[in-house]
């Protein structure tokens, strides 16, 4: 086990000279980033992406649902996010913790509020029947900043989900699947952490560990910026949060090709 | 005899494949894939039990965890454990207990998660070969390796490792086995459905010889690994 505070010290030294424990600059990505779809057969759509040793599994799947009285001509979505302990010695069998609800919540406003999801073509008979899309993130392996890997696994699923058909008796056919969901927009997020006065992009679980804040950007391709959240327990300045979009609009474009 | 729908003989497992070292931060880990079933194993331990009261002084305790994700079946599973979950975590431990020197590890706990991400069939056995497989790749001390699959039985015929397609058959019969090649043990063996009494001795030997062959792609997996290593 390494000691917190001694690992801190020394990250701080390393970030001073534009270094990592790594060797990558203070806003670099790990590399490889690899979006790998179609993992899950059973799913309308699936994606595991890994950004260095981090991986997240992330499937789509489809049901017919009642929308809500005041959007009666618009499908519906919902995310959850399961940091399954599986993935990491730090968490527990169990229903989802609260920085599992905050992670789900998170990439759940990047699609609503980018409108990536076109929802008024998941309306199948207004106020009566529409699509609900389930989104749902599996943490595989833990190796920090999951909030980028799971919006990054959710956007690659919906990109690659068919409906499902719907026979003439109104059944789900889960064999056979038809067009592509229609998704409009690519949100694309980017958590800079902040460790002393050091900004950094994508730390590894080791370098999360001893972070004192950390904020969230998600931008679309228009440069609209659909969610932010600020995380950690120590503050940050106005000029930072500034700092933090401009990276996060940058790291959005790269991240953004590889889809 | 009646065709398979997959065009399989009787004795014919579907392709497998096999991985250990897959989830870097757990102690052990594996993939066993058969077919379109796909099963992920986690092995955190041995550590320290917790809550205290549950520690056995005089062997580790097992915790195991069985999950389908939500995504991994046709009709999407809700999230969280259910009664099925539940039986199938209780029995996926007791296929692999017999195979480990618990007696190794006093006062500690071994903590066993079984995740499947794509289902078509026999996820339990795939998820105890994968189990087998971490344990073995956390370097938990073992007597033998398990190994699992099922047979089924329709229409008259004993068949390994039924698909999907086959289970939804009418009158169609599962019979999960997990077995211990070295010790020649049975460490699991469920019925769900109907067999003729007489039929029991053919699932048998079936199951058995079955097991074996996964026993083979189990090794190659331990051997690829530490064969990477030296490299």
Known sequence: ?259 | MTKRPDNRKPDEIRPMEAEVGVIEQADGSAMFKVGDTIAMAGVYGPTNVLPRHMEDPEKAIIRSYYDLYPFSVPERKRPGPNRRSVELSMVIKNSVLPSIFLKEYPKTQIELYTNIIQANAGTRCAAISAASLALADAGIAMKDMVSSVAVGHYKDQVVVDINKEEEDIEGATDIPIAYMPRMKKITLLQLDGKLPNKKMKEVIELGIKSCEKVYEVQKNALKKKYQNMGE
Not at chain 1, 222 to 229: E, K, S, T, V, W
């Open chain 1, 1 to 259: 086990m390494v000691n917190k505070e001694n690992f801190k010290k020394y990250v701080l030294e390393l970030y001073e000279k534009n270094n990592r424990p790594d060797g990558r600059g203070l806003l670099d990505y790990r590399e490889p980033i690899i979006i790998e779809t179609g993992v899950s057969k059973n799913a309308e759509g699936s994606a595991l992406v890994t950004i260095g040793k981090t991986k997240v599994i992330c499937g789509v799947k489809l049901e017919v649902g009642e929308p809500y009285p005041d959007s009666p001509d618009e499908g519906t979505m919902i995310v959850t996010g399961e940091f399954t302990a599986m993935s990491s010695p730090e968490f527990e069998p169990g229903r989802p913790g609260e920085k599992a609800v905050e992670l789900a919540r998170i990439v759940d406003r990047g699609i609503r509020e980018s409108g990536a999801i076109d929802v008024k073509k998941l309306c199948i008979k207004e106020g009566e029947k529409v699509w609900t899309v389930f989104i749902d993130v599996f943490v595989q392996n833990h190796d920090g900043n999951l909030i980028d890997a799971s919006a990054l696994s959710a956007i690659a699923a919906l990109l690659d989900a068919r409906f499902p058909k719907i026979e003439e008796d109104g059944r789900i056919n889960y064999n056979e699947h038809t067009e592509k969901l229609p998704i409009n927009k690519k949100p694309i997020s980017c958590t800079v952490i902040k460790t002393g006065d050091y900004l950094i992009t994508d730390p590894n679980f080791d370098e999360e560990d001893v972070s004192d804040a950390r904020v969230t950007v998600i931008t679309d391709e228009d440069g609209i910026i659909n969610g932010m959240q600020k995380g950690g327990t120590a503050g940050v300045t106005k000029d930072e949060i500034y700092k933090c979009i401009e990276i996060g609009l940058e790291k959005a474009k790269e991240l953004r090709k590889h889809l």
